[in-house]
Nanobody, 123 residues
Framework: QVQLVESGGGLVQAGGSLRLSCAASGLTFGSYTMGWFRQAPGKEREFVAAINWSDGGAYYAHSVKGRFTISRDYAKNTLYLQTKSLKPEDTAVYYC????????????????WGQGTQVTVSS
């Protein structure tokens, strides 16, 4: 069965950085677009970043562009999200997800989800 397991979250001060990881198993990692989403308390889950399986093209939400970088290691079946210049408004549970579609930022287009990792940014 497909498993996506996130790690790397934690408590960090504003301006700090974290690297989130998502270990994937049970799917052909190289054939899936992988994305990061986040959900803050009382808010809907929102798109953060994704990287296509076909060409490695990456795309980002406007709110994180220039601060977050998504990448993937095909040999390790692992997705990463390097964050920097974190802000209190980045506080959320961060989820990784997978889809066979390309170029999508829509949560309902993603078939597989991890359990999430908490990121808390203090001011």
């Amino acid at each position: 069965q497909v498993q996506l397991v996130e790690s790397g979250g934690g408590l960090v001060q504003a301006g700090g950085s974290l690297r989130l990881s998502c270990a994937a198993s049970g799917l052909t990692f190289g054939s899936y677009t992988m994305g990061w989403f986040r959900q803050a308390p009382g808010k809907e889950r929102e798109f953060v970043a994704a990287i296509n399986w076909s060409d490695g093209g990456a795309y980002y939400a406007h709110s994180v562009k220039g601060r977050f970088t998504i990448s993937r290691d095909y040999a390790k079946n692992t997705l990463y999200l390097q964050t920097k210049s974190l802000k209190p408004e980045d506080t959320a549970v961060y989820y990784c997800a997978g889809t066979r579609r390309l170029g999508t930022t829509t949560t309902t287009d993603y078939d597989y989800w991890g359990q999430g990792t908490q990121v808390t940014v203090s001011s």
